[in-house]
């Protein structure tokens, strides 16, 4: 099955500063990829996500970029912000299956 | 998005007795719903795949009988876990979506057995 490895597990950046977390995945079939946000005792929050027939998603400060061939994705977050601060998951699957497959995840801490 | 609410929010109890998680979707439908177990400091973990109307389908080492899975609607599932001991403690998440690949999780379930 699929297995999906998250790093690093812990990460701290100055405000302002970029954050960058990686994943890498397994399975070939695996197509899309989520990345959620969740604060301490709270729901994962969606916070983007891309599909295998894309390399690079951005909304605002947060960006994704997708390696298909290297089976690696990554999150990128500009210009952080004390409100960053979290506890990242990214996850895998596969289209229609809605079943994911979760990292280990990554607490962020921005240091104001 | 989509709406996912569960039930209760948190629950102490004793050890021995079933406690049961309500999970619903407030805004879609959801042929099928998903239930991960969520220790401190740990990831998401898929427990089981609620499956709408058929049995529930569990992931390599979860205990079916243990934790019961009844999707018995498009719009709520439950978990109850069954003869509940102190390591069955546990942040309790559901998720479903609009048959879509998003998944909306519920704001999850704090069981503490005493």
């Known amino acids: 099955g699929e297995n999906v490895e998250q790093h690093p597990s812990t990460l701290s950046v100055q405000e302002g500063d970029s954050a960058v977390i990686k994943c890498t995945y397994s399975d070939s079939a695996s197509n899309y990829f989520p990345w959620y946000k969740q604060e301490l005792g709270k729901r994962p929050q969606l916070i983007i996500d891309i599909r295998s027939n894309v390399g690079e998603k951005k909304d605002q400060r947060i960006a994704v970029t997708l390696n298909k061939t290297a089976k690696h994705f990554s999150l990128h977050i500009t210009e952080t912000q004390p409100e960053d601060s979290a506890v990242y998951f990214c996850a895998a699957s596969i289209t229609g299956a809605q079943k994911l497959v979760f990292g280990q995840g990554t607490r962020l801490t921005i240091n104001p | 998005g989509a709406v996912v609410s569960q039930h209760p929010s948190w629950v102490i109890c004793k050890s021995g007795t079933s406690v049961k998680i309500e999970c619903r979707s407030l805004d879609f439908q959801a042929t099928t719903m998903f239930w991960y177990r969520q220790f401190p400091k740990q990831s998401l973990m898929l427990m089981a795949t609620?499956?709408?109307?058929?049995?529930?389908?569990?992931e390599q080492g979860v205990e079916k009988d243990k934790f019961l899975i009844n999707h018995a609607s498009l719009t709520l599932s439950t978990l109850t876990v069954t003869s509940a001991h102190p390591e069955d403690s546990s942040f309790y998440i559901c998720?479903?979506?609009?048959?879509?690949?998003?998944?909306?999780f519920g704001p999850g379930t704090r069981l503490t057995v005493l």
């Open positions: 998720s479903g979506g609009r048959n879509t690949d998003t998944q909306y």
């Open positions: 609620s499956n709408e109307g058929s049995k529930a389908t569990y």
